[in-house]
Antibody
Framework: QITLKESGPTLVKPTQTLTLTCAFS??????????VGWIRQPPGKALEWLGL???????DYSPSLSNRLSIVQGTSENQVVLTLTNLDPVDTATYYC??????????????WGPGTLVTVSS | DIQMTQSPSSLYASIGDRVTITCRAS??????LNWYQQKLGRAPKLLIF???ILESGVPSRFSGRGAGTDFTLTISSLQPEDLATYYC?????????FGQGTKVEI
């Protein structure tokens, strides 16, 4: 059974950089078709797709965040790291990582981490 | 970006009711439409992918249909455990986008 878990700071000051780690098990990001996505959810609001790292190293980002967002494979082969620079209070949200599955031409998130709440405040 | 619009934004229903949620894409997305259920304080859970394929383990009272721009999620007989917010999401083109959610209250 695939599992994922996010970790990182819970409180970050404005203008600082957020670094979150997604640790996962029971799949390999080097397997053809694998992918890990990041999604966030401000308190009481809707889900927002942030980006995706593919098995082949390709990355896709939300255009609204692409100048501040980076998703890379971690130092461990079972980790993915999200970096978001120049934080603002509007970046306060629960951040989720999720496993992207491909079936035929369809892509979807079939396993999610529990999420981690990040608050941006001075 | 492809905009996803859900309706209604919230609804009240009774146990046993048939509930239908609509999701409309701003352009055609074939059948690359997924549905997620999110209970309060929990991570989203995949219900349906590719518009109509039920994820393993999801009760058969959930069903989805649609293609192009118009999609529906139906709960055939609402149960107490279905209290949640439901989101559609397109994976036709990057950036992937979610609808604003439909809160189902009982």
């Amino acid at each position: 059974q695939i599992t994922l878990k996010e970790s990182g700071p819970t409180l970050v000051k404005p203008t600082q950089t957020l670094t979150l780690t997604c640790a996962f098990s029971e799949f390999s990001l080097s397997t053809s078709g694998a992918g890990v996505g990041w999604i966030r959810q401000p308190p009481g609001k809707a889900l927002e797709w942030l980006g995706l790292i593919h098995w082949n190293g390709r990355k896709d980002y939300s255009p609204s965040l692409s100048n501040r967002l980076s998703i890379v494979q971690g130092t461990s082969e079972n980790q993915v790291v999200l970096t978001l620079t120049n934080l603002d209070p509007v970046d306060t949200a629960t951040y989720y990582c999720a496993h992207r599955r491909v079936r035929g031409g369809s892509h979807y998130f079939d396993s999610w981490g529990p999420g981690t709440l990040v608050t941006v405040s001075s | 970006d492809i905009q996803m619009t859900q309706s209604p934004s919230s609804l009240y229903a009774s146990i046993g009711d048939r509930v239908t949620i609509t999701c409309r894409a701003s352009q055609g997305i074939s059948t690359y439409l997924n549905w997620y259920q999110q209970k309060l304080g929990r991570a989203p859970k995949l219900l349906i992918f590719d518009s109509s394929i039920l994820e393993s383990g999801v009760p058969s009272r959930f069903s989805g249909r649609g293609a192009g721009t118009d999609f529906t999620l139906t709960i055939s007989s609402l149960q107490p455990e279905d209290l949640a917010t439901y989101y559609c999401q397109q994976s036709y083109r990057f950036p992937w986008t979610f609808g604003q959610g439909t809160k189902v209250e009982i």
